[in-house]
């Protein structure tokens, strides 16, 4: 057969090259963060396999959630309440028997100061946050699918739950209460873990427009701490889990515990942040079980009230 008989005959769904082609594209290095590459990744293999439709209807939901929480943290940092990271830090003393809890880790773990495998593993777990929720949602995507709607939904109100602490209780991080507000000493360590990392360097870079700290690393909204997202999605997964086995949740669980105890000793969240954010999760959990049949229910008692009344038979 020639070339342009092939070309012409439908053996070849070129429509799916081209969409492919178009995927691997943004696999390119770019400024974006990790999780993007992963979507795209799975996106791929959907699609080698005939479910890029599906994936595309699925995935839509999450990736708009996660987008929807990028863009609004920004609009977070301009919340009219008074801003807590010092009294936060006060009532950690408090709490720690005159102790700041990520003060105290550094001080003890960090040796005589200088980088070492500690702080290159707690960056790491710090990391994964932008690659586990998805990791997570594609194994449920192929091999549980019944539950990745509700793991979706799930996320989408933990996002939605932390915005709302954002506005609500702007705080600052330990690092930055540190510095700028007299706190307790505490080192921001990824800033000397990811120095010279080009994904660190390109999201400084993007994030320059709206803030030139060079220790908030572009991040748009530096009061952003309570509750901490990084541990309330990292919960909310580990919790889902559990609907999957006894086995993936303890995994799930662990993985959460390591996320709090990097995060407070990197000096990114006071330990009262990783709690509001295991609240945050656990609320999200129980209303990702309720709402659908809230909505079942009220759906049916508005349809019943408003339908026609069935014609009645006119006696002969």
Not at 56 to 66: G, R, V
Not at 71 to 88: H, I, K, T, W, Y
Not at 166 to 171: F, I, K, N, R
Request: hydrophobic share 55%; glycine share 10%.
């Amino acid at each position: 057969m020639s070339l342009p008989a092939v070309v012409r005959s439908r053996s070849v769904p070129w429509g799916r090259v081209l969409v492919g082609a178009g995927a691997v594209l943004l696999l390119a290095p770019n400024s974006s963060v990790l999780e993007h590459r992963l979507v795209v990744a799975a996106f791929l293999f959907a699609l080698a396999t005939g479910r890029g439709r599906q994936f595309l209807w699925d995935w839509l939901p999450l990736t708009a959630a996660a987008a929807a929480f990028v863009v609004l943290r920004q609009v977070a940092a301009g919340s009219p309440f008074p801003r807590r990271g010092l009294a936060v830090a006060e009532m950690e003393l408090r709490l720690f028997d005159g102790e700041l809890p990520s003060a105290w880790l550094q001080q003890t773990l960090r040796g005589g100061g200088g980088l070492d495998a500690l702080d290159y593993a707690a960056t790491a777990v710090h990391a994964s946050y932008f690659v586990g929720f998805v990791a997570v949602g594609v194994w449920l995507w192929l091999r549980a699918h019944r539950l990745f709607r509700p793991y979706v939904l799930t996320l989408a109100l933990t996002f939605a739950l932390g915005l709302a602490g954002y506005v609500a209780l702007p705080t600052e991080p330990p690092w930055l209460v540190a510095r700028d507000l007299g706190g307790p000493p505490t080192r921001r360590i990824i800033v000397d873990t990811t120095r010279g990392a080009p994904v660190a360097a390109a999201v400084a870079e993007l994030g320059r427009p709206w803030q030139g700290d060079p220790d908030a690393l572009g991040d748009p909204n530096p009061a952003a701490a309570m509750p901490s997202v990084h541990t309330a999605i990292t919960a909310a997964l580990g919790l889902f889990l559990f609907r999957v086995g006894p086995v993936a949740g303890a995994a799930g669980v662990a993985y959460t515990l390591a996320m709090g105890a990097a995060l407070v000793y990197l000096g990114e969240h006071f330990v009262l942040d990783v709690v509001a954010g295991v609240a945050c999760a656990a609320l999200a959990v129980w209303l990702a079980r309720v709402l659908p049949a809230v909505m079942t229910t009220a759906t049916a008692a508005v349809s019943a009230r408003y339908s026609p009344a069935p014609a009645r038979s006119r006696p002969r």
